[in-house]
């Protein structure tokens, strides 16, 4: 299995992503604004830039990703949209968003090693996408471990299409993800057209 070792700071700054929309930190960094990038930046150098941002924020690799835009191109629908939609989608993606994890790494670590339950049955791959009614849960086993005991105190915020109860800690998909849930900014839009070059 490929693994992404890239730095995440490094990333961030290179794509303009605060780190904190990672799961890095709560402030926003500001070292080396500007910096001594080129100012100009040719149409196929933003559309590949806006591709390697989205790849790296849900960390995917290349066929992957190319995966996801044939499969999202025949859709119905709007392919940057449904494209999006499948990456949230993704089970190490929804780990992330219902608060079990802290990044995105760390939730499909947290998948791989067989914590995550999906309507009671056992899913060890981050690349699962569940469904529309689908219960998450922890194995009952490590709801007991220090990480995840933690969640049942905390607060956690997340997006209108999950629901999550924390003293269960258990996590329902209740509708669909909407473009205006996906609170990156994504032009998907450029995504699309570098593939369909």
Not at 72 to 99: C, F, H, I, P
Not at 105 to 133: E, L, T
Not at 147 to 169: E, M, Y
Request: glycine fraction near 6%; charge should be positive; aromatic fraction near 8%.
């Amino acid at each position: 299995m490929a693994v992404n070792k890239q730095p995440i700071a490094k990333k961030c700054r290179s794509f303009d992503i605060s780190p904190a929309t990672m799961g890095y930190g709560n402030k926003k960094s500001n070292r080396n604004p500007g910096g001594t990038r080129r100012k100009k930046v040719s149409e196929y150098g933003a559309q590949l830039k806006e591709k390697q941002k989205v790849k790296f924020v849900y960390g995917v690799l290349e066929k992957q990703f190319h995966h996801y835009y044939v499969k999202a191109s025949n859709m119905k629908g709007v392919t940057g949209d449904n494209m999006l939609r499948l990456l949230e989608l993704r089970l190490d993606n929804v780990v992330y968003r219902l608060g079990l994890a802290k990044t995105r790494r760390m939730a499909r670590q947290v998948v791989v090693h067989g914590h995550i339950r999906v309507n009671g049955q056992k899913v060890d791959i981050p690349s699962y996408q569940v469904k529309m009614d689908d219960v998450i849960t922890l194995r009952k086993r490590s709801e007991e471990m220090e990480v995840f005991k933690s969640l049942r105190d905390a607060s956690v915020i997340t997006p209108k299409w999950l629901s999550f109860d924390s003293s269960k800690l258990e996590g329902k998909v209740v509708a669909m993800p909407a473009r205006e849930d996906i609170d990156l900014q994504i032009e998907e839009s450029m995504i699309v057209e570098f593939y369909s070059r």
